[in-house]
């Protein structure tokens, strides 16, 4: 655990003998903050969650946070990179290093086949299982119809952040039953909360393989 400096007039801190320019507040609750940080060093950035502990039970809780980032090493779990107690008078804050999850994204997530909500970050978005259905209707797309649904508009340079904020169309003549098509639309919804979670995907997955297998049987 590295020492910290907060040098408020040039608007850096130092954790871990490495400094980061403070570029924006990202988000707050009611006892943490969450800050856009820039490496001085190589210039990537990262998010400074900024636990307010208010006792010793609050410092304890700040750092069985941390011990919990570490229980973890797992591409899809966000990596702790450092952190620190900063203590501030009576009070102290726990600081951990977090990678920015836009850029993280970026890193692990092949951009036609990237959820909505991974291109604009936005304060209060929830990063769940339901951000994988989206991916996840791209690659039934793409078992479909033998392409994914924005890999032509990547492969032609156009925006494919902006092609994901509309409703997914169908192509015409699809010879897909309406049920398959229905599954389909619905793990590509845009907004991320009025998808469905995997529960609903493998449910709904099941009765289409017992509707063919129905059907095989009075056909054979």
Sequence with gaps: MGQTICIC???TITIDNKRYFF???LDEGGFSYVDLVESVQNGKFYALKRIICHDKEDRKNALNEVEMHRMFNHPNILHLEAYCIMDKGPK???WLLLPYIKDWAAQ???ISYRAPELFNVASHCIIDERTDIWSLGCVLYAMMFLEG???GIFHRGDSV???VQNVITIPEGCRYTQALQHLLTSTMVTNPQERPNITWVLN???QLLQIEAVQETKLA
């Design 9 to 11: 007039s040039r608007g």
């Design 23 to 25: 570029i924006q507040k």
């Design 92 to 94: 102290c804050e726990g």
């Design 108 to 110: 692990r997530c092949t």
């Design 149 to 151: 649904p924005y890999d």
């Design 161 to 163: 952040a902006l092609a």
């Design 204 to 206: 709904q997955t099941k």
